[in-house]
């Protein structure tokens, strides 16, 4: 039977899409929502009204609601005893949700193809293994520097430059000894190098200072290496992206433009990795 010849029939209006008006004021109030969101996380994930409202710079009584909205979603709780906000459960989640994504070999990738096709150089991303640093993703410009190292490779505490990188940034017992163990089976010519007042120490105050390592004609004659950590949201060294090439013309100066290409480009992963600078 025809719906519309039966007089108990009666049709459904459908819906209406939101009008273009109604559409740009559900998306300003979903920007602002976010807005007070990061806003909370980039104060340190706690504050007050006063002091959110002027993070994301609206007035306070719009800003609690909001607040209250988001705690509604358990993305914002508030303190019961000093009436500041901080980030609820939901939140903290989807944090840990995003960092489990958090790959540094993945989001390094991209930049250690730009240093290699930029700057023609070979370079790789190394991880802190069990008994050393340890290449994980190497690459290679048109015509390769020839060198010892492949994917695999554990490399030196001391003489490598992106040893020393996980020597100065990762605070470690095992690092350190490590460390310690190849200072007492060096030879003379290389300790020589070294301070010989405080040898590893000033090896890490040099890599504070500079940002990155670098060595020449160290770990491998006639190879010279520039290196620069991969910090996670901690601030720990999870990587180490490195740079190198034959002495004659590789610049491993710690302000040229290889080194502040590799600090770029790690400092560019570390804030995929959820890094933010003090």
């Known amino acids: 039977m025809n719906q519309t010849s039966d ?41 007050s009204l006063t002091l959110l409202a002027s993070q994301v710079g609206e007035s306070p009584a719009k800003v609690h609601r909001y607040l209250a909205s988001l705690m509604e979603e ?26 489990r994504q958090a790959d540094p070999i993945r989001l390094a990738e991209p930049g250690l193809v730009r240093l290699r096709e930029g700057l023609e150089v070979t370079c790789f991303i190394a991880v802190m293994g069990n008994k050393g640093p ?41 690092v350190r ?21 405080d040898p590893i120490g000033r090896l890490r105050r040099q890599v504070l200072e500079q940002g990155c390592a670098t060595v020449r004609d160290t770990n491998l004659k006639g190879i010279s290496a520039v ?23 590789f610049d491993a100066a710690p302000d040229g433009p290889i080194a502040r290409a590799v600090r770029r480009e790690a400092g560019a992963a570390s804030v995929l990795l959820g890094y933010r600078a003090p």
Request: hydrophobic share 45%; with cysteine.
């Open 7 to 47: 007089p108990s029939f009666v049709p459904v209006p459908s819906a209406e899409p939101p009008r273009p008006r109604e559409r740009r004021q559900r998306v300003q109030a979903a920007e602002t929502g976010m807005a007070v969101l990061k806003g909370l996380g980039k104060l340190g994930g706690r504050a």
């Open 74 to 99: 358990g993305l914002v709780s508030q303190d019961a005893a000093t009436q500041q906000y901080f980030l609820g459960l939901e939140a903290m989640l989807l944090g840990l949700a995003a960092l």
């Open 134 to 174: 340890t290449i994980v993703r190497f690459e290679e410009p048109g015509l390769p520097v020839t060198v010892n190292v492949r994917t695999g490779s554990v490399l030196s505490m001391l003489w490598s430059a992106t040893g020393r990188v996980f020597l100065a940034l990762q605070d470690d017992a095992r």
């Open 177 to 197: 000894a490590l460390a310690e163990a190849e200072l007492a089976r060096a030879p003379a010519d290389l300790r020589a190098q070294l301070d010989p007042a």
């Open 227 to 249: 290196s620069a950590p991969l910090l996670n949201h901690g601030g720990r060294p999870c990587a180490a992206l490195t740079a190198l090439g034959a002495t004659g013309g």
